[in-house]
């Protein structure tokens, strides 16, 4: 459940710096809204950050997926609205009793954008280049355990794992497994080719990429309303709102100026109803280096951390705090936000038998990012109070955070919301950027992983959490609620987020 905390007069300096400027955003809601013609059946979306390309099985950013997942490609099944699996491109399936064999039975006439058929063929050849040595594909980790793909006549599709996965269907789902058309793969970073309901246009780089309904689109028992989708880059907060008043933009599904959504929740031009994301904000540390090899030194600062009032500087008091990796909403879920309050003396106190009693020196490379910035703001402001002193790095996201922080690891702290569903498990995937290691932790998440019962694989992932909370491997925040607005006359948007995606499927002006 979205959260908002209100905060009064204590301790309000540390919120200074975020409240910059809202004066003068909340003035800009005064301009004149701009007649909208009916019916309509173009839209512009918008995004408050560029994705880096437009492929969203060769790169980590979530807002791949916000642009071309369920829009331009689609998978073997799909993750609906409210987070359960669907078929897609697999029409139905059978899993084998030991639960080591998949046989999907694909739909019939689908088609890819360049015209090429979606066979067997193609979906092994989507498979086999997620789970190839040399893929590059964010989450290929989760497709391993697929140990053989086959292709045993066009509309039959059998895999055969090494070891049971009880979420395997629901990783099919995700951005990360679209199905791509072989002729087309080299090319996808900047021209798409899908099965999707709209196909590719054009991509302005600094400014906006465009869609438009594909006209042989395979699945005629979903009508697409829409024949038009500019997706439009503006990553100022509060352009962004002057953006929705001045009718530039139709929908911002995460509008990235928290202060402003209460005066769009009031406006009846609009329609502005938060919700659920998985987007857990977390400050990771290099937990290979020092300070952060220590984990008092991690506790420590994680007890510095008033997360509450945190939400209300950086988000305007939207938001849950989390005490690990896993948000509110997900299966499984346990507050352990308890584990280490806020409790700035005992942060002292362990800090000093840490053998930092003297002070504490590191750096914080804050993606350029409106809810980054403020937290990274906010939370420098808090360590100062235990005696720390973290110096912010502006750095451009995502190009140079994605090299500097994911690939090459070298930084200290940095913050970014995690954003895929049920991402626990990569704090055992080894190398990445927290640079954690706990072969306990690899053991529960492994087996819950594996664990075909429903109620055994919830109570290892409790156990997982509780591990991550002990052993703080981030700083765990809060959840991003989803704080969507979009014009009154359309219907059809995600209230809440399972994925991170905009799936534009179903939306439609409703005169």
Same mark, same amino acid.
């Given at each position: 459940?979205?959260?908002?905390?209100?905060?009064?007069?204590?301790?309000?300096?540390?919120?200074?710096?975020?409240?910059?400027?809202?004066?003068?955003?909340?003035?800009?809601?005064?301009?004149?809204?701009?007649?909208?013609?009916?019916?309509?059946?173009?839209?512009?979306?918008?995004?408050?950050?560029?994705?880096?390309?437009?492929?969203?099985?060769?790169?980590?950013?979530?807002?791949?997926?916000?642009?071309?997942?369920?829009?331009?490609?689609?998978?073997?099944?799909?993750?609906?609205?409210?987070?359960?699996?669907?078929?897609?491109?697999?029409?139905?399936?059978?899993?084998?009793?030991?639960?080591?064999?998949?046989?999907?039975?694909?739909?019939?006439?689908?088609?890819?954008?360049?015209?090429?058929?979606?066979?067997?063929?193609?979906?092994?050849?989507?498979?086999?280049?997620?789970?190839?040595?040399?893929?590059?594909?964010?989450?290929?980790?989760?497709?391993?355990?697929?140990?053989?793909?086959?292709?045993?006549?066009?509309?039959?599709?059998? #895999?055969? #794992?090494?070891?049971?996965?009880?979420?395997?269907?629901?990783?099919?789902?995700?951005?990360?497994?679209?199905?791509?058309?072989?002729?087309?793969?080299?090319?996808?970073?900047?021209?798409?080719?899908?099965?999707?309901?709209?196909?590719?246009?054009?991509?302005?780089?600094?400014?906006?990429?465009?869609?438009?309904?594909?006209?042989?689109?395979?699945?005629?028992?979903?009508?697409?309303?829409?024949?038009?989708?500019?997706?439009?880059?503006?990553?100022?907060?509060?352009?962004?709102?002057?953006?929705?008043?001045?009718?530039?933009?139709?929908?911002?599904?995460?509008?990235?100026?928290?202060?402003?959504?209460?005066?769009?929740?009031?406006?009846?031009?609009?329609?502005?109803?938060?919700?659920?994301?998985?987007?857990?904000?977390?400050?990771?540390?290099?937990?290979?280096?020092?300070?952060?090899?220590?984990?008092?030194?991690?506790?420590?600062?994680?007890?510095?951390?008033?997360?509450?009032?945190?939400?209300?500087?950086?988000?305007?008091?939207?938001?849950?705090?989390?005490?690990?990796?896993?948000?509110?909403?997900?299966?499984?879920?346990?507050?352990?936000?308890?584990?280490?309050?806020?409790?700035?003396?005992?942060?002292?106190?362990?800090?000093?038998?840490?053998?930092?009693?003297?002070?504490?020196?590191?750096?914080?490379?804050?993606?350029?990012?409106?809810?980054?910035?403020?937290?990274?703001?906010?939370?420098?402001?808090?360590?100062?109070?235990?005696?720390?002193?973290?110096?912010?790095?502006?750095?451009?996201?995502?190009?140079?955070?994605?090299?500097?922080?994911?690939?090459?690891?070298?930084?200290?702290?940095?913050?970014?919301?995690?954003?895929?569903?049920?991402?626990?498990?990569?704090?055992?995937?080894?190398?990445?950027?927290?640079?954690?290691?706990?072969?306990?932790?690899?053991?529960?998440?492994?087996?819950?992983?594996?664990?075909?019962?429903?109620?055994?694989?919830?109570?290892?992932?409790?156990?997982?959490?509780?591990?991550?909370?002990?052993?703080?491997?981030?700083?765990?925040?809060?959840?991003?609620?989803?704080?969507?607005?979009?014009?009154?006359?359309?219907?059809?948007?995600?209230?809440?987020?399972?994925?991170?995606?905009?799936?534009?499927?179903?939306?439609?002006?409703?005169?």
């Amino acid at each position: 459940m979205v959260t908002r905390t209100r905060f009064s007069r204590p301790r309000r300096r540390l919120l200074a710096g975020a409240a910059a400027g809202a004066a003068l955003a909340v003035a800009m809601l005064g301009l004149p809204g701009r007649a909208e013609a009916a019916p309509r059946t173009d839209l512009v979306v918008g995004m408050p950050v560029e994705p880096p390309g437009l492929d969203p099985t060769s790169a980590a950013p979530t807002v791949i997926g916000q642009v071309v997942w369920q829009n331009v490609f689609q998978g073997l099944t799909r993750v609906d609205r409210d987070g359960k699996v669907q078929p897609q491109l697999a029409r139905s399936w059978t899993v084998s009793p030991d639960g080591l064999t998949y046989t999907f039975a694909l739909q019939q006439g689908a088609k890819f954008h360049n015209g090429e058929p979606f066979t067997a063929e193609t979906a092994k050849f989507s498979l086999d280049a997620i789970r190839a040595p040399g893929s590059v594909n964010p989450q290929k980790a989760l497709y391993a355990v697929i140990a053989d793909v086959k292709a045993p006549d066009p509309q039959t599709l059998v #895999l055969t #794992l090494s070891k049971p996965s009880g979420n395997l269907l629901f990783w099919l789902g995700l951005p990360a497994a679209v199905m791509v058309e072989p002729k087309s793969r080299e090319t996808l970073k900047s021209n798409p080719v899908g099965t999707g309901p709209f196909r590719f246009v054009a991509w302005r780089k600094g400014d906006r990429v465009e869609l438009a309904r594909s006209p042989d689109y395979w699945d005629a028992a979903r009508r697409v309303h829409l024949d038009k989708v500019t997706f439009r880059f503006i990553g100022d907060p509060q352009a962004a709102a002057a953006a929705l008043r001045a009718g530039d933009v139709d929908a911002y599904p995460l509008l990235p100026a928290p202060e402003l959504y209460g005066a769009f929740q009031k406006d009846k031009a609009f329609k502005a109803e938060p919700g659920l994301t998985e987007m857990k904000v977390v400050a990771g540390m290099n937990n290979a280096e020092k300070p952060f090899s220590d984990k008092r030194v991690r506790q420590a600062l994680m007890m510095a951390v008033d997360r509450k009032l945190l939400i209300e500087g950086a988000y305007s008091g939207y938001g849950a705090p989390i005490g690990s990796h896993y948000t509110p909403n997900d299966p499984g879920y346990k507050d352990l936000t308890g584990v280490y309050p806020y409790d700035p003396a005992k942060a002292k106190a362990l800090l000093a038998e840490a053998g930092y009693a003297k002070g504490l020196t590191f750096t914080f490379k804050s993606p350029q990012m409106a809810y980054a910035t403020r937290t990274a703001e906010i939370l420098q402001a808090m360590f100062s109070e235990v005696g720390v002193t973290m110096t912010i790095v502006p750095t451009e996201f995502p190009a140079k955070w994605v090299q500097e922080v994911m690939r090459d690891r070298s930084f200290d702290m940095t913050v970014i919301a995690h954003a895929e569903p049920m991402d626990i498990g990569i704090y055992a995937n080894d190398p990445y950027y927290f640079g954690y290691k706990n072969p306990a932790f690899n053991d529960v998440v492994t087996r819950a992983a594996q664990a075909t019962d429903e109620a055994a694989r919830l109570k290892l992932y409790g156990e997982a959490q509780e591990i991550l909370a002990a052993d703080v491997p981030a700083l765990f925040l809060f959840v991003l609620p989803k704080l969507s607005v979009w014009r009154a006359k359309l219907t059809g948007f995600w209230k809440n987020e399972p994925v991170p995606s905009n799936d534009l499927t179903e939306v439609r002006w409703t005169e």
